[in-house]
């Protein structure tokens, strides 16, 4: 499984990056390490819901239970996520990103900020 990392660059503006989880063998299962986490948020946003620029609030991951989100970055890259994609939010300075409901189904998401 892949994360996808937005992130903010040197330049002001966020970017992404394909980020790969470390693995590691236990019993009859691969694990990643524990990583601390100050809560956790469900978010129901209807369809066409629009967030101007912004940067993430805190690192935190993002998780896709129902519908689609685009993210679009300054450079006007985008990747839209869908049911069991995860992003994780790192970019905390600069203008940050838009995020968009695309589906015709409110986007469902579990929010999980990093105390890290």
Do not use: C
């Amino acid at each position: 499984m892949k994360v996808i990392r937005v992130y903010s660059g040197e330049d002001g503006e966020s970017h992404f990056e394909e980020l790969d989880l470390p693995y590691t063998p236990i019993a009859n299962a691969e694990v990643t390490a524990m990583r601390g986490a100050s809560g956790i948020q469900f978010r129901h946003s209807p369809p066409g819901h629009f967030i101007s620029w912004h940067p993430a609030p805190a690192r935190q991951y993002v998780i896709i239970l129902q519908g689609q989100s685009k993210i679009t970055i300054g450079d006007g890259s985008s990747h839209t996520f869908g049911v069991g994609e995860v992003l994780f939010a790192d970019d905390l300075t600069g203008r940050g990103h838009t995020t968009e409901v695309v589906s015709p189904e409110p986007r469902v998401s579990i929010f999980v900020p990093l105390t890290e």
